[in-house]
Structure formats: C-alpha cells, structure tokens
C-alpha cells in the first residue's frame, strides 16, 4: 500500500493542562532497525502520559515528543529484518512515545498479536497496564499461588489488570479504592477484599484479611506515607514494589520494622527500559497470559472511549480520577 507523507497526531504547545493538547499535522515516523510501522485504530490514555503532559516526566532520550505509551491496529510497514509481525496483521504494542497518532513506529519485540475476538479498543488498552503488572508482580515481586497480594489504587487501569492476573495465577487479593462504586467494581473482577480508603484502614484490614499473617506482596502507586503502611501490613519475608508515587516520593521511614520483617522494599519503571528487555517482558505475556485473554478469563475494563481530538477530554477525566478502568481513545482513518 501507498502511504501518505503526514498524519494527524495530539501535540502539546507547552507543559500545562488538558488544553494544552491540540491536532496538528506532522510526518509520518521514519522506521529503525527493528521497527515497524502501525496504522493506530486505537491508543490507551495513561497517567505517565497525564504527567508528560504536565511536565513532570519527560520521554527518555530517542523517544517521541507525541504522548501515548500503547496502541492497537495494522502493521503497514516493517523495516528489513524483521520476520514478525508482517504487514497486514492486527497487533498491540507497548511504544516509548507517539502512540497519540495515526500511525506509530514500535519495536517488533515489543509487538504481540491481537488475541481472538479482541477488538482494537480492547487490544489498546492491554501493553503498558499488563507489561506493568507482569514485570512488578510476577517477576520482581515473584508473587505466587496461595500468597496474600494487596494493590493500591485497583479501580485504575494498572489494578484492575492485578486483580484479574493476581487471581488467575492463584494469590488471595486485597484492593484498595477511593469509593463504594469502586469496591463494587474491585470485586466483581476477582479482589477477595475491597476496601475503601477513605473509610477504613487498609492496614487494619490487611491484618484482618490474612488472619494475622500480614501482606505477602503489595504492588503500590501512592507513596508517601503508604511507605510505612505498607511494611506494617506485610507479612514476615513480605514484599514491597513501588511503580509510582502520587503522594510524593520523599519520606521518612523508619528501618527497624523492615529489619525485623526481612522485607523487600523495590521498584522499578517501564518506559526507560531497552527494547530488548522489554522484548522480554513481551515474550513472556505471548507464553503465560495470552492463553488467559485468549480464554476469556481476563480481559481489560474499558471504561470510556474518546476520539483522538477529544484528547483532552481523556485527560480531564483520568485526572477527576473517577474512572474504573481504562480509557481509550479511537483513532479515524
């Protein structure tokens, strides 16, 4: 197929708010080594993007200015080399930048077929979220059948994929939340205990939860003085691993209750990430979780789709934090 020489993409006329996203025509992305070209159907709105946006996370060196971390659609165009995926098939892909467009460059290692009956809003809505949850919980934080896990913030689109992939593999799940809607929510997609925050202490129902025991695993995206909630909710040998930190990332903590525990306190990011290494994480979500999408027996929660000019429309509402899942936005021809 002939591709055209430009395309519509969400742009930024500086650090700001929603309004600061704008459509503007710009060139198509040149392929590297490696790459491939994708004619994006639909991309996912997540709240690295919110902080991009903000000027609080700049894309690592080499990435797109364009925000978007993960797309669905067709492959157009691949560079030499690459034996998958060829043109003409349906993949998502986790990207570093630029997915906000109507065509993206993504690395083939990063790119996994679109499973079943799976429809580009979903698809979009699955690389950066599971990528995420994966390589957090399953690998760094080595979560395992029968364990108690708990995930802060699990009505967002990174919880909700923890919840779901925490109680495929077998671990007793604990979700906090900010509201009754949301409980209802948490526990209809798997969460054996929903609490709500602003109501109740997710330590003391941690410790109530376990029956003493305490916290094996928690997956934590709040920080600041959840930092010393969570070591006193974790079990003995528990685990603590930190992907983001909205009440700040500077603390004081208190080392005694780690010691004693033997606690593990861990993080890590995605997006700076090689491509090989996130290859990697790819490679194991094609062995252990696409036979789990292709069944059925998770799937993301779309919460709500806006075309790619409403943009900051998608933005407003992750910021209102209102959301119960994800959102999406649908890209045109």
């Known amino acids: 197929m002939t591709l055209p020489q430009t395309m519509v993409a969400v742009e930024m006329s500086g650090p700001g708010g929603p309004d600061v996203l704008r459509l503007a025509t710009t060139k198509l992305p040149a392929l590297k080594d490696g790459e491939v070209l994708i004619e994006v159907a639909a991309a996912g709105v997540n709240r690295p993007d919110v902080l991009q946006r903000t000027g609080k996370y700049p894309p690592p060196p080499g990435a797109p200015d364009t925000l978007g971390l993960e797309v669905a659609g067709k492959v157009v165009a691949v560079s030499p080399g690459v034996a998958w995926p060829v043109v003409g098939e349906r993949v998502c892909a986790l990207v570093a930048g630029g997915g906000y467009a109507q065509y993206a460059a993504a690395p083939a290692l990063q790119c996994l077929p679109i499973t079943g009956a799976f429809s580009d809003i979903e698809a979009a809505a699955i690389p950066e979220t599971y990528f995420t949850v ?8 080595g979560l395992k059948a029968g364990e108690y896990f708990m995930v802060h913030g699990g009505a967002s689109g990174i919880g909700t994929t923890a919840i779901q992939l925490a109680k495929a593999f077998g671990a007793h799940v604990l979700a906090t939340v900010g509201s009754a809607e949301k409980c209802a929510a948490v526990a209809k997609l798997g969460a054996d205990r929903a609490v709500d925050y602003k109501r109740e202490d997710f330590v003391e129902a941690a410790k109530a939860f376990t029956g003493g025991h305490g916290i094996d695993l928690t997956l934590d995206m709040v920080g600041g003085d959840y930092f010393m909630r969570n070591v006193e909710a974790a079990a003995v040998e ?7 930190f909205l009440r700040g990332s500077k603390i004081e903590v208190a080392l005694d209750p780690i010691m004693r525990k033997r606690l593990t306190y861990t993080g890590s990011t995605l997006r700076p990430r090689s491509v090989a290494q996130k290859g990697e994480i790819a490679a194991a979500l094609r062995e252990k979780v696409w036979p789990l999408l292709a ?7 779309i919460y709500k789709t806006f075309p790619l000019a409403e943009a900051a429309a998608a933005h407003a509402l992750m910021e209102a934090d209102t959301h119960i899942g994800k959102i999406v936005l649908t890209v045109g021809k």
Do not use: C, K
């Open 134 to 141: 994966w390589t957090n919980v399953f690998e760094r934080g």
């Open 238 to 244: 528990g685990r603590i691993v930190q992907i983001a």
């Open 295 to 301: 069944s059925g027996q998770v799937r993301p929660l």
